[in-house]
């Protein structure tokens, strides 16, 4: 099973950058990790612009989780056991979308095969992208029984 992490932009910011790479490190252990970043948009661009380069980067077999504020807000728990369906279906490769700072295209959308939501809060996306790397290293250290979850 692999995991892709598909965003706009890059981690400019070095702290948050830090947090990234380390539990990009520690996720590492039970799941290929691959991330794709997409240059930011033009101010000219529209949100439809930059879903087509995202569309362009999702392979077609690939199960896509799009972070989106209209997605399911799940607990840490909850999101281990949805790690675990995913390790027991044949789907070989999870795609995690966070769009840019407009959302998400329409067609983005469309392709989703799941909603999620971090937090009924609102996040900058190098937050984002941290909360996203820390749970699912914790939905892992729930399903392998790690104190870190605690």
Sequence with gaps: MKFRFVWIGKTKDKN????????????????KCEIVEIRDSAKHET???????????????????LLDVAGKPISSH???????????????EFTFIIGGYEGAS???????????????????????????LEQLYRGYSILKGFPYQK
């Design 78 to 92: 909850q999101l281990s056991a949805k790690i675990e369906n995913w390790q027991d279906s044949a789907t070989k």
């Design 16 to 31: 948050w950058k830090a947090l990234q790479e380390e539990y990009l490190k520690r996720l590492s252990h039970f799941v």
């Design 106 to 132: 329409k067609e983005i959308r469309e392709r989703a095969d799941y909603l999620l939501s971090l937090s009924f809060l609102t996040f900058t996306h190098e937050m984002a992208r941290v909360v996203l």
């Design 47 to 65: 949100s439809e612009i930059e879903g087509k380069r995202i569309l362009e980067m999702l392979n077609p077999k690939t199960f896509a989780v």
